[in-house]
């Protein structure tokens, strides 16, 4: 069975990144004594299920900048980058996409892959949800209210049931949602 989901790290003021793209302050120092703690083991394990990813152009710059410092995050899984613009691809799992985002999901994601997720960004999140092309989102809600930046649920401009599916408390402080998008 095929799931796409959208993956999202935000404020609790609902900001992925501040005004200048940046993330630093996803390192928070936060400790909440009833969460759970995710050993190393455990990530590796639930990373493995996720067979492609989806992301922007801007995502995958900014993720190209962050490999300088630790590494590309999403090793050797395939990784499709929707773009208009050339970018630098110098690693053979990871491919660009200009076009229509129903034909790239039906005729090349689903006949091949079963779990997608859509790590960034928010034009494009908004894109996926708009088209009915996303079956879940997964918010992981850092403690910190930015008050202003890039906000996740821009301009969707239309209303979309959903049916929470976890909840998920972490001892950093982060909660993370997880719902179906009702169809």
Not at 126 to 133: A, E, K, P, V, Y
Not at 159 to 181: D, F, P, Q, R
Request: with cysteine; charged share 25%; proline share 3%.
């Amino acid at each position: 069975m095929f799931n796409l989901t959208i993956h999202m790290v935000s404020s609790l003021d609902g900001y992925i990144a501040k005004k200048d793209n940046s993330i630093s302050w996803f390192e928070t120092s936060d400790s909440y004594e009833n969460g759970i703690n995710i050993t190393e083991q455990e990530a590796a394990e639930f990373l493995k299920k996720i067979d492609c990813y989806i992301m922007g152009s801007r995502t995958y710059e900014h993720a190209l900048e962050l490999s300088k410092s630790y590494g590309w995050i999403y090793g050797d899984v395939p990784t499709v980058v929707l773009t208009h613009r050339e970018l630098p691809v110098d690693r053979q799992n990871i491919e660009t996409y200009s076009g229509d985002l129903n034909k790239l999901v039906n005729e090349r994601l689903k006949p091949n892959y079963k779990n997608v997720w859509l790590v960034g960004g928010a034009e494009l999140s908004r894109d996926f949800i708009r088209l009915n092309l996303a079956d879940e989102i997964r918010q992981s809600i850092l403690p910190i209210i930015l008050g202003d930046g890039i906000p996740f649920f821009d301009q969707i401009r239309q209303e979309k049931a959903l049916h929470l599916k976890n909840v998920t408390a972490h001892s950093s402080g982060m909660v993370e949602l997880c719902y179906e998008i009702k169809k």
